[in-house]
């Protein structure tokens, strides 16, 4: 008994569709599936960069916003507080701020900043993580303190630009996010295209 030739050629397109079928049925259930690895749009809203106006920020005062889940200082600092920070320079870890993951290229100077009179900087010590206080005022610490930072938990110390005092706990300078200027008035914390 021999085979129908049409049989074979039956078979040959039943297998052939149910193939297609199998494999259209395949990719409408791995792309959802591969769509579900990626990041929530609650965390890419977490990680967004995050504008801020700067013309309400009072000088000498922090203003507080928070990039990554994480606390970020604005400070306006006064003519008086830039001119302090060179005489805080001997008693600093890293005064010149060579720690090159600290900060980007563009805040590598003693200001730390991108306009000296802005400081940016995420509001974590580098030794655990807490939040320091802000004494922006002379001796408003300890006789001989010239302003700065100073984390209760465990007794870090940081000047007016971020860089951490020798004997501190905490290993390096605070960290400075990236940024850029959008305007005069206004920044964009967590993006440094075009800085």
């Not at 008086?80 to 920070?85: F, H, T, V």
């Amino acid at each position: 008994m021999t085979a129908d030739p049409r049989d074979a050629s039956r078979r040959k397109t039943l297998a052939g569709l149910t193939a297609a079928a199998g494999g259209v049925a395949l990719a409408g259930a791995a792309i959802p599936f591969l769509a579900s690895l990626g990041p929530s749009e609650r965390a890419k809203a977490a990680g967004a960069p995050v504008e801020v106006d700067l013309a309400p920020l009072q000088p000498a005062r922090l203003h507080i916003v928070e990039w990554r889940g994480r606390p970020v200082w604005i400070l306006r600092r006064t003519p008086d507080m830039l001119a302090r920070l060179g005489s805080a320079e001997p008693q600093l870890i890293d005064p010149a701020s060579r720690v090159t993951s600290q900060q980007p290229e563009y805040a590598r100077n003693a200001a730390r900043s991108i306009q000296p009179e802005l400081l940016v900087t995420v509001a974590l010590c580098t030794h655990l993580g807490c939040i320091p206080s802000y004494y922006p005022e002379p001796d408003s610490l300890q006789p001989g303190w010239p302003g700065g930072f100073y984390c209760p938990c465990h007794g870090s110390k940081f000047d007016l630009a971020g860089r951490v005092y020798r004997g501190s706990p905490a290993p390096t300078n605070l960290v400075i996010p990236p940024h850029r200027f959008l305007s005069e008035t206004t920044i964009l914390v967590g993006d440094d295209s075009g800085a």
